[in-house]
């Protein structure tokens, strides 16, 4: 039997001890890879949190010295991806209440002025990477971020991921080329 079928026992105080000594430590990652997941501070603080509420509750699986980062991104992505899946099957909800509230407020009467829309124009120049990289389906930002921006292995990630080493490269490979071809003219008139 695999030392996983046999969780460990951790007292409430030791328990304590490791989320904040290990667990804790990794969550502004935690939030900027909630984020580029979600493109939403709102559901990336949701999946952060939710991420943390299931460590702890789990804490008895993971064993302490291993790599709590990849432990909590496994958890963080996991979360994730079912939570998309429920999403997607879910129709949209429109809460009429909200909707009422803003036609009724001051704010429905406000104008766009022209330099608002400057504004964010000027926001979204340079971005371009990070837009680019925005445009990729999730499978292979995810391989980016891990790897480009979080710095893990290919094993830590196929551990995260669930899915084959080999996998990991070949999806890494693809999502590079994606960017690379998606920031092409980008580059060119930035004269690379």
Request: hydrophobic share 35%; proline share 3%; charged share 30%.
């Amino acid at each position: 039997m695999a030392d996983n079928d046999h969780p460990q026992r951790y007292s409430e105080q030791k328990k304590v001890q490791i989320f904040d000594g290990e667990f804790l430590p990794h969550i502004d990652a935690m939030y900027n890879f909630a984020y580029r997941l979600t493109f939403d501070e709102d559901d990336a603080k949701d999946l952060v949190q939710e991420t943390y509420l299931k460590a702890f509750r789990f804490i008895n699986s993971f064993e302490e010295g291993t790599n709590a980062k990849a432990w909590l991104f496994r958890i963080l992505k996991n979360s994730f991806i079912n939570d998309y899946r429920k999403k997607s099957k879910e129709p949209n909800k429109v809460d009429y209440n909200e909707v009422e509230t803003y036609y009724n407020s001051e704010d429905a009467n406000a104008e766009i002025t022209p330099d608002l829309r400057v504004e964010a124009l000027q926001d979204m120049i340079g971005d371009e990477v990070t837009n680019a990289l925005n445009s990729l389906a999730v499978d292979f930002r995810t391989v980016i971020i891990l790897c480009d921006l979080e710095g893990f292995t290919y094993e830590e990630m196929a551990k995260i991921l669930d899915i084959p080493i080999g996998t990991v490269r070949s999806r890494l490979h693809r999502a590079r080329n994606l960017l690379k071809d998606k920031l092409k003219s980008y580059a060119q008139s930035m004269g690379y």
